[in-house]
């Protein structure tokens, strides 16, 4: 079976930095999509940034546009969020979610886009 592990988490004041990882063991065939969504407690989860494999294409929710940068590293299987100037707010779970392939009935930006999603790593950000 596919699974994503996320590491990298922990706690950081505001303005600090934080680099996340997910790596991806087992056949997933190929790779459409890799996002990352995050989860605060008490809402909804949302998604926060993705990237598609074949191009680098990348797509970034508004409130982490000029902070957050997603890549990805193909022979590896793996993808990367540096996060820059974080804030309160962004202090949620993150996790990472992969796409079998790519598809044109949803947004990527969706949710429900994604077929597998790993279990998410803790992201506090507080003085």
């Known amino acids: 079976q596919v699974q994503l592990v996320e590491s990298g988490g922990g706690l950081v004041q505001p303005g600090g930095s934080l680099r996340l990882s997910c790596a991806i063991s087992?056949?997933?065939?190929?790779?459409?999509?890799m996002a990352w969504y995050r989860q605060a407690a008490g809402k909804e989860r949302e998604f926060v940034a993705t990237?598609?494999?074949?191009?680098?294409?990348?797509i970034y929710r508004d409130s982490v546009k000029g902070r957050f940068t997603i890549s990805r590293d193909d022979p590896e299987n793996t993808s990367s969020l540096q996060m820059n100037d974080l804030k309160p707010e962004d202090t949620a779970i993150y996790s990472c979610?992969?796409?079998?392939?790519?598809?044109?009935?949803?947004?990527?930006?969706?949710?429900?886009?994604?077929?597998?999603w790993g279990h998410g790593t803790q992201v506090t950000v507080s003085s």
């Open positions: 990237i598609r494999w074949s191009d680098g294409y990348a």
């Open positions: 087992g056949n997933i065939f190929k790779i459409g999509y």
């Open positions: 979610a992969a796409s079998r392939a790519e598809w044109n009935m949803i947004t990527p930006t969706v949710a429900s886009y994604y077929h597998y």
